[in-house]
């Protein structure tokens, strides 16, 4: 039949279809809440804590669930970018709150490139995931936040495999597990993908040719994003704007540069 012939007959079943409605979308930030942060019901609060590379421990989880009946309101919220919210603060609680020992490490006042590090499991504990993954997503976070000068946040996102529990295809920098053949042996390497997003312009990232050794992956990451840092038209280009300005084919250019050299 077609769409067209089908769609008409349908219309005919069950009359004129609903319209689309209005978009309301009011950008995107991949649910990061970092800070403190007032509620609608006056005089609470909402504090957003980082939690590096989504991993915390049983101690940290007692701590916290003390903390939110003591301060909040008894709940922990989570968020898609591993990261957890403590909810119903007071006004006249923040500041003890602010000084309890377990938000040094999950601070609400997070450095930049380790706040915005997503990484899934890897093969830590997943059968399916060729390489590890969490460790050396905050071990690249780290080297970033001490190498690496920038205010506009990069969203980097690393996956163990192809099945993209880590949500590589929306990160402004997708790094996807894979394995390099070495006169020594295989080792860990990553395929690199740019310029991924969701909310208005929402789009997969693109995959660049070029694998990249485990060890050197900070490395070329940190010379990508100064190159973007250097080469953005203003402070406010965000990473995702300037790969959809330069294109895909001049990102490919400097990752080749920069794969070369090393």
């Known amino acids: 039949m077609g769409v067209e012939k089908f769609q008409e007959k349908l219309i005919e079943l069950i009359g004129p279809m609903e319209s689309l409605g209005d978009d309301r979308t009011v950008g995107w930030n991949g649910s990061y809440f970092d800070g403190v942060h007032p509620q609608k019901q006056a005089g609470l609060n909402y504090v957003g804590l980082s939690v590096p590379v989504g991993r915390t421990n049983s101690d940290e989880f007692d701590a916290l669930a003390d903390l939110a009946d003591k301060y909040g309101d008894g709940k922990i919220r989570t968020t898609i970018s591993q990261n957890l919210i403590l909810t119903g603060v007071p006004d006249d609680k923040l500041e ?6 377990v938000l040094q490490r999950l601070t609400p006042d997070p450095k930049r490139f380790m706040s915005r590090t997503v990484s899934c499991t890897g093969n830590e504990f997943c059968n399916l995931a060729i390489v590890e993954t969490k460790e050396r997503a905050r071990r690249v976070a780290k080297y970033l936040d001490e190498n690496v000068q920038l205010e506009e946040p990069v969203r980097i996102h690393f996956i163990g495999c192809p099945n993209g529990c880590g949500q590589k295809s929306v990160a402004d920098i997708g790094l996807q597990g894979s394995l390099i053949k070495t ?3 295989m080792i860990d390497a ?3 993908a740019v ?4 909310g208005p312009g929402a789009k997969y990232n693109t995959a660049l040719k070029g694998r ?4 050197e992956v900070q490395l070329v990451l940190a010379q990508l994003i100064n190159y973007y840092k250097e080469t953005r038209v203003s402070a406010e280009e965000s990473f995702h704007d300037f790969v959809q300005r330069v294109g895909t084919e001049t990102m490919q250019s400097k990752l080749t ?3 070369a050299a090393s």
Request: proline share 9%.
């Open 195 to 198: 310029g991924g997003t969701l």
């Open 257 to 259: 540069e920069i794969l």
């Open 183 to 185: 006169p020594d042996g």
């Open 190 to 192: 990553f395929d690199i």
């Open 96 to 101: 003890d709150l602010l000084k309890e020992p």
């Open 212 to 215: 990249v050794k485990g060890e």
